[in-house]
């Protein structure tokens, strides 16, 4: 009986008073501000459309994990949702590139490529799997963090450092002498205070505000990756949607970007004005 009811309960696109509702699950708090822009993309659909479009959103893993919510879209159960380039990979090949160390000059280049041409490419290239790449969020640039210092690729020897489930984030810490230990985020800070791991990598604003200095006092600015976020719809439900609707869509999709953009800017001054009040050692090698 509970397979009957299934596609109605986790259905991707639906109509309720003839307002097209778009599900979007994803894994982030609700105060990160991927969410937020997703809210405001949500409000700016409706507006565009004239309150015959929405979108409803599942933050905190209500729908999954990362990787669940993304096969959920390739089935076409769930509309959207947001996931990082370094799971993408395991999706699409063409992603890997974006994982690669010390890939942009500065965040400028960065924004140029994934704004331009190339990130277009990319957004398209999981279309034969049913995912459909609308626009990527910033997600600042990973660092290392131990309970020790980290000066030097020397430091790592020997370390058990959390990756996400990448094979080229396996590989760059393998390279660099760390030994990398793919766990998911939400068992990271147990593993850190277990000492199942020694330390991880990740942006700013996701060591601060998961409280990972509690157990991890060292934060180096090596600035090795700088792996975006994308944000998917289900080609199962794009193609349902008529040729304005899909314009609606992107246009407020794009519009979510270039404010989170600026919510990010924000949340990593907090981050690291937090860390240093927190008693946080910052090394910028």
């Given at each position: 009986m509970i397979l009957v009811f299934l596609p109605v309960l986790f259905s991707g696109c639906d109509s309720e008073d003839e307002t097209k509702v778009i599900r979007l699950g994803h894994g982030l708090d609700?105060?990160?501000?991927?969410?937020?822009?997703?809210?405001s993309m949500s409000k700016r659909l409706e507006e565009k459309s004239g309150g015959t479009m929405t979108i409803k959103i599942?933050?905190?893993?209500?729908?999954?994990?990362?990787?669940?919510?993304?096969?959920l879209l390739q089935i076409g159960s769930l509309g959207m949702t947001k996931v990082s380039a370094a799971t993408m990979e395991n999706f699409a090949e063409e992603f890997k590139v974006l994982n690669l160390p010390y890939l942009?000059?500065?965040?400028?280049?960065?924004?140029?490529?994934?704004?331009?041409?190339?990130?277009?490419?990319?957004?398209?290239?999981?279309?034969?799997?049913?995912?459909?790449?609308?626009?990527?969020?910033?997600?600042?640039t990973r660092n290392f963090y131990a309970?020790?210092?980290?000066?030097?690729?020397?430091?790592?020897?020997?370390?058990?450092?959390?990756?996400?489930?990448?094979?080229?984030?396996?590989?760059?810490?393998?390279?660099?002498?760390?030994?990398?230990?793919?766990?998911?985020w939400g068992e990271l800070y147990t593993a850190l205070q277990q000492g199942i791991v020694d330390g991880a990598e990740n942006n700013l604003p996701s060591y601060y505000l998961n409280n990972h200095f509690e157990v991890c006092?060292?934060?180096?600015?090596?600035?090795?990756?700088?792996?975006?976020?994308?944000?998917?719809?289900?080609?199962?439900?794009?193609?349902k949607l008529t040729t304005q609707q899909q314009k609606w869509l992107k246009e407020a999709a794009e519009e979510s970007s270039v404010y989170q953009k600026k919510l990010w800017q924000q949340?990593?001054?907090?981050?690291?004005?937090?860390?240093k009040k927190a008693g946080v050692t910052i090394i910028r090698p």
């Open positions: 609700t105060s990160h501000s991927v969410h937020k822009a997703m809210v599942y933050p905190n893993q209500q729908l999954g994990s990362e990787r669940e919510c993304v096969e942009f000059r500065n965040s400028e280049h960065r924004f140029n490529v994934l704004e331009g041409e190339i990130g277009r490419e990319l957004l398209e290239s999981s279309r034969d799997k049913n995912l459909i790449g609308l626009t990527f969020y910033d997600s600042g309970d020790k210092p980290i000066e030097s690729p020397s430091d790592l020897q020997g370390l058990k450092l959390r990756v996400m489930q990448s094979q080229t984030a396996i590989n760059t810490v393998k390279n660099l002498g760390g030994s990398p230990t793919p766990i998911s006092s060292y934060y180096t600015m090596d600035e090795h990756t700088a792996v975006p976020d994308e944000l998917l719809i289900s080609s199962i439900i794009w193609d949340s990593e001054e907090e981050a690291l004005n937090g860390m």
